[in-house]
């Protein structure tokens, strides 16, 4: 299981353009207060000094069932970094204020805390 960490970086890059488009993948247990893991990864999203606030971000939230059948709630943030060079230091960014938020607020399974 994930645990409550991105999972599978994508990118969207478009050549006459500086800025990229970054999906950052989250999980957390549908036991826990989802709308308040969104509001997290929202917060997380905005604060973060890489973001290009040209573009709009998203974040969804979704149902998924792992191959083990366990249920996880995936919050999907579509967000883009204001330069391609960035990317990587967008995610790591938002990662940190993420896994931190989640760790204050216990949103995070036990193992993983």
Known sequence: MPDAGTDNLMHSFDPGAFDCMVVMTFYVSPFLDHKRA????????VASKYLY?????TAMVHNRI???GQLLVEIIAKAYAYDARCESSFESDVTDRVLDAFRTEQLLPASAA
């Open 38 to 45: 969104r509001e997290i990864v929202d917060d997380a999203v």
């Open 53 to 57: 606030l040209g573009k709009p971000m």
């Open 66 to 68: 792992t191959e083990q």
